[in-house]
């Protein structure tokens, strides 16, 4: 999602309920993609990332989406749990650029009890 | 195995002062990048550092400056800060040699220019 100046997009959901936080990214060359969740004091860490060849992939409690006709990033994480809460970023690798990671402006997850 | 470590955690500086910061990388990474995040944002690539040199650059004026040592670690530098260059300065390393691209970030350096 978009967000303005210091706004983040926020999700809010019950704990156990299933998340879906979504990206829209900017470069149709982008061949890699990369979700991040970032907790306050925290530097981002890592959670699953997609090649451009595969539509979806899975991981523990995770799941990315990939639409290349639309540009379009999701990640669905399963019973979402209080430790999920945290900022979300999605980024993008545009082209044989390793390491020049373009980032989202990422959506704040909260999980009420 | 200690992962990517940063120094300082904070720092205050004043505008026209210098800064420098530090960053050792993952055990086993060769390559460090380096972003800037200001709050409510999400990063933006200032660098790349790979074999001690400068490989990529985002849109960042050459105020900011870098260095990579022969053990890998790095350092930022910011000459002439201004206002703006309040933030939270991010180091992340990865394995360029090995094609691998999936970086792994350090918790930053906290930047307050006065």
């Known amino acids: 999602g978009e967000s303005v100046g210091l706004h983040l997009p926020t999700l809010s959901v019950q704990e156990g309920d299933n998340s879906i936080i979504n990206c829209a990214y900017s470069?149709?060359?982008?061949?890699?993609f990369i979700w991040y969740k970032q907790e306050s004091g925290k530097g981002p860490q890592f959670i699953i990332d997609?090649?451009?060849?595969?539509d979806k992939r899975q991981g523990q409690r995770v799941t990315v989406l990939l639409n290349k006709t639309v540009k379009h990033l999701s990640l669905q994480i399963a019973a979402t749990q209080p430790g999920d809460s945290a900022v979300y970023f999605c980024?993008?690798?545009?082209?044989?650029?390793?390491?020049?990671?373009?980032f989202g402006k990422g959506t704040k997850l909260s999980v009420k009890p | 195995d200690a992962g990517v470590t940063q120094s300082p955690t904070h720092l205050i500086k004043t505008r026209g002062q210098q800064v420098t910061l530090r960053c050792s990388p993952k055990?086993?990474?060769?390559?460090v990048s380096w972003y800037q995040q200001a709050l409510g944002q999400g990063p933006q690539f200032i660098f790349q550092?790979?074999?001690?040199?400068?490989?990529q650059r985002g849109n960042f004026p050459d105020r900011f400056s870098g260095h990579q040592f022969p053990n890998y670690s790095s350092e930022l530098n910011v000459n002439a800060l201004l206002l703006g260059d309040s933030a939270l300065y991010l180091c992340?390393?990865?394995?360029?040699?090995?094609?691998?691209?999936?970086?792994?970030f350090g918790s930053g350096t906290q930047l307050s220019v006065l």
């Open positions: 992340a390393s990865s394995t360029l040699g090995a094609g691998n691209e999936k970086l792994f």
């Open positions: 470069n149709s060359a982008s061949d890699y």
């Open positions: 997609i090649r451009s060849n595969m």
């Open positions: 980024a993008e690798n545009p082209g044989g650029s390793q390491g020049n990671l373009i």
């Open positions: 055990s086993g990474h060769d390559t």
């Open positions: 550092y790979y074999e001690e040199e400068e490989r």
